[in-house]
């Protein structure tokens, strides 16, 4: 079995073995195939641990076939945004937690439980990870020893460039059936180790150009702050969730209710979430709102899992 080890610098070697993460002072055997990388996209690879976001740009420059297959991902742009050179992040607060002390590829897959298909499983995901805390930060869920997670989507490039690369073997599986009362939540985890080159590439690039090349980012970014600060000084008209998920919730109202009870098509939509899925609906949409929501006849009979594939599917 051949594998691919980058290293700092950087240096992308084949070798014939698989190697170990701590693995990283041999020699022997190895083949530098840095300058033809985008000829080994599918094999799989390992990081060294000193690589960072730097070293895969300069990976990117030295075979620049990767620079037109990776096009969509604005790679051109991002290559040349990064040949100008890291850049310190702006002064931290200390007490915001918003620092990064590395970037992570990680695994995301979907289950529908109901048919046992998974979706997701080959592109990596990215985020950055904070230091560990040395205390606990209730407003963002962590304690003490644990590390906060980031979005870089909006990042400055140049700030990330230092940046040390891992890869996290670990898988998060999610609920994928819409139907299921754990939608979206995680339901179990597993472990996949092998990753190519490819998809480290394809996963970093994905991320990083997310809201387009360096400008349309700043541009984006821009715009956000302009919004905030109209929010902050009371400018901004705001609209209420009712008033955006009600028009897309009347239909399954409509279908399946004789009465609302004053009650909102949205905050209907909403509690019928936390049915669970072997429960009889009905039974528990009338304990819950105290007899004033009333289910149609014809669903009286359906669990909560059929429930929401009929309300789902009344607002085709």
């Avoid at 022997?28 to 000829?39: G, M, S």
Wanted: proline share 5%; with cysteine.
């Amino acid at each position: 079995m051949q594998h691919l080890l980058l290293r700092p610098g950087p240096m992308l070697v084949l070798r014939p073995f698989r190697p170990r993460l701590e693995d990283v002072s041999g020699r022997l055997n190895e083949v530098d195939v840095t300058r033809r990388a985008h000829e080994f996209l599918f094999e799989f690879i390992t990081l060294h641990v000193g690589t960072t976001l730097s070293d895969v740009f300069r990976l990117m420059e030295a075979s620049p076939l990767l620079q037109q297959l990776y096009r969509q991902d604005f790679a051109e742009e991002l290559c040349a945004e990064a040949r100008k050179g890291a850049v310190a992040a702006g002064p931290q607060d200390p007490a915001s937690f918003d620092s990064i002390e590395f970037l992570e590829l990680y695994q995301h897959w979907g289950l529908d439980s109901s048919t046992n298909e998974y979706s997701g499983t080959q592109r990596l995901n990215l985020h950055g990870i904070g230091p560990e805390l040395s205390h606990d930060a209730p407003r963002e869920g962590r304690k003490k020893g644990e590390r906060i997670e980031w979005s870089v989507s909006l990042t400055p490039l140049r700030e990330l460039l230092p940046l040390p690369i891992r890869v996290n073997s670990e898988v998060r599986i999610t609920e994928d059936d819409a139907n299921a009362k754990a939608h979206m939540r995680e339901i179990r985890r597993g472990r996949h180790p092998d990753i190519t080159l490819g998809q480290v590439i394809h996963g970093l690039l994905w991320e990083l150009s997310f809201h387009g090349g360096p400008q349309e980012q700043q541009d984006v970014s821009k715009g956000l702050k302009r919004q905030l600060e109209e929010i902050n000084a009371g400018a901004a008209e705001l609209v209420s969730g009712d008033d955006i998920f009600d028009p897309l919730d009347h239909p399954g109202c409509d279908a399946m209710f004789d009465d609302l009870g004053g009650h909102s098509p949205h905050e209907i939509a909403t509690a019928i979430r936390d049915i669970d899925d072997a429960d009889n609906a009905a039974a528990w949409i009338d304990k819950t709102f105290g007899g004033e929501v009333v289910v149609k006849a014809k669903f009286r009979d359906r669990t909560g899992h059929e429930f929401r594939k009929a309300f789902r599917a009344a607002a085709r």
